[in-house]
């Protein structure tokens, strides 16, 4: 329903003496303005030949009566009953006071629009469409669902709950603007507009309230009915621990059994610890006994709530296996130092160790083996995949003697390995190692001993940690991932090995001296090998 609103100033003009006279001021005797917009200023006539106006009473706040020609002025906000203001001014020539009295009134338009209210119009078609989809979701519903149409539970409560509040919130604003016209029927507006915002906040309470004591109870029963069942059906404990294993052929299946652990709990752990560098098969001392253990190495010294055993399923029964945490590993750097034996002396280069002698199976041509940063200058750059021109000299660092033309190279997530071939002037002595060593399990449960000779390290040694070991190496600037590597450290968890060892060949203590790895890297804890059986297969020589 749109309703205009005016006012009309019906004014009548009264004389102190009861007769009009010719020079006294007059307002017009109607004005219609529209309720909520700019009135045009009323400016009474002979304005000019008074001053000092003023209305009794004051007029509405609205509305404003200027003192020196009392022009009306100001926007109308409210309707305005049956008022007389005496609106009095001071002729200026005889100094006489004049006045007219005023009547404000106001009325509705009568030019109503007939016809629906959009507004009540909307209000229907939201109910029409609450009580519509109550009874579909009451059609739907299935016998075998516990909630109409497959909802999830509370959905339907929910949806009906949001319709209520939508459909008191129209309903209030249409209460709001067509309460009536005077300041107490605006007045009983906004107290419908409170009663009904406070019966939506009832309604929306209880709904939410309701499912939350639904859910209590959901959450108590399930409680007590697992309660219950522990009571009753008491579990008993079947995880054992796992046992050192010195019976002859019983390692390989301890080893297993740690490896196994390894692959179901590992990924767990490092997402659980981001501070995890790599989780190993390890070795530990128990009671007098060497046992397979989960070594878990770690970038920082952080072994806060880290376990002290892992669960696993192993040949059908469960197990715990111990774990020994070893901080402060991080990223290992490849070795290479000032005072190492030999150089890429074309690029003046670092400088690094000569591991040992190659050659072919007819013994015609012999080769440097060692690691093929050490001829990049600490570059990493997989783009060595093989042979390359024979364009840079490998020297002896110390006496300036040329070894040989660096001939081949391979960098990528297996190897770090060069050769240079050897000139037929320089004299070549045997290695003197005897057949290739593989690492086995037993190896690492027995901390079988090592040594080695780096340029930096004379007379190196420790003991095998790891031969299935993936870690991240740096390279100067780069860092490349390097799987399968041989891990190895000394009795108090330091790398035996030093800048500048970097392609030393690793072999047993005993009097074999099995070749078992290159040297390429280490950190504080490890030094790290590449398993020579790999670096011969992959170049087809033999050590000489």
């Not at 009325?107 to 016809?115: A, K, M, P, Y």
């Not at 509040?165 to 209030?172: C, P």
């Not at 253990?293 to 055993?309: G, R």
């Not at 192993?314 to 296996?321: C, D, I, L, R």
Request: aromatic content about 10%; hydrophobic content about 40%; overall charge neutral.
């Amino acid at each position: 329903m749109t309703i205009k609103f005016s006012i009309i100033f019906l004014s009548s003009i009264l004389l102190g003496v009861g007769c009009f006279a010719q020079d006294t001021f007059t307002y017009p005797k109607s004005s219609k303005f529209e309720i909520g917009k700019t009135i045009s200023p009323v400016t009474p006539s002979n304005a000019a030949l008074y001053e000092g106006f003023s209305a009794t009473p004051h007029l509405p706040h609205e509305l404003a009566i200027d003192p020196s020609n009392g022009t009306i002025s100001g926007v109308p906000k409210e309707i305005f009953v049956d008022n007389n203001y005496v609106i009095a001014a001071k002729n200026k020539k005889t100094g006489k006071a004049d006045s007219v009295s005023v009547s404000i009134v106001t009325f509705f338009n009568q030019s109503v629009q007939t016809g629906p209210d959009p507004s009540l119009a909307w209000i229907m078609v939201l109910c029409f469409v609450l009580v519509g989809f109550v009874i579909f979701a009451a059609l739907r519903a299935k016998r075998t669902e516990k909630e109409a149409l497959g909802f999830p539970s509370g959905s339907i409560r929910a949806i009906i709950a949001i319709l209520f509040v939508i459909f008191f919130t129209l309903l209030s604003v249409v209460f709001y603007f067509d309460s009536g016209t005077a300041s107490h029927s605006t007045d009983l507006a906004k107290q419908i507009l409170t009663i009904l915002g406070t019966l939506v906040t009832a309604v929306s309470a209880f709904y939410f309230g309701a499912k939350a004591t639904e859910q209590g109870h959901t959450i108590a029963t399930d409680a007590f009915k697992t309660f219950q069942n522990a009571a009753a059906n008491p579990v008993v404990p079947v995880t054992q621990t796992i046992t050192p294993a010195t019976p002859s052929g019983s390692a390989n299946n301890s080893a297993d059994m740690v490896n196994q652990a390894i692959q179901q709990q590992g990924q767990i752990l490092k997402t659980q610890f981001p501070n995890i560098v790599s989780i190993l098969l390890g070795s530990m001392t128990s009671n007098g006994h060497n046992l397979f253990c989960v070594d878990i190495h770690l970038s920082d010294n952080n072994t806060a709530n880290i376990p002290t055993q892992i669960p696993v399923s192993y040949n059908g029964s469960q197990f715990s296996v111990p774990v020994d945490v070893i901080p402060n590993v991080g990223v290992a750097k490849s070795n290479a130092a000032s005072g190492d034996t030999i150089i890429n002396q074309t690029i003046n280069g670092m400088i690094g160790t000569l591991g040992c002698i190659l050659t072919d199976q007819n013994k015609q041509a012999f080769y440097a083996l060692s690691c093929c940063h050490v001829f990049t200058n600490d570059k990493w750059n997989t783009a060595y995949s093989g042979f390359i021109a024979p364009t840079q000299v490998i020297a002896e660092k110390n006496s300036g003697v040329q070894i040989g033309n660096w001939i081949y190279g391979v960098m990528n997530t297996s190897f770090d390995i060069a050769y240079a071939a050897i000139n037929s002037a320089v004299n070549i002595t045997q290695s003197g190692f005897g057949s290739v060593y593989d690492v086995q399990p037993a190896d690492i449960l027995n901390n079988t001993p090592i040594l080695f000779n780096g340029a930096s390290t004379l007379n190196g040694s420790g003991f095998i940690c790891n031969n299935q070991c993936t870690r991240s190496i740096g390279y100067g600037t780069d860092i490349a991932q390097i799987n399968n590597l041989i891990l190895i450290s000394n009795s108090n968890n330091t790398a035996p090995s030093q800048g500048g060892d970097s392609g030393s060949i690793v072999y047993t203590a005993d009097g074999n001296k099995s070749p078992i790895g290159l040297l390429i890297a280490a950190d504080s804890v490890f030094s790290y090998l590449i398993p020579i059986a790999t670096i011969l297969s992959k170049t087809g020589k033999i050590i000489f």
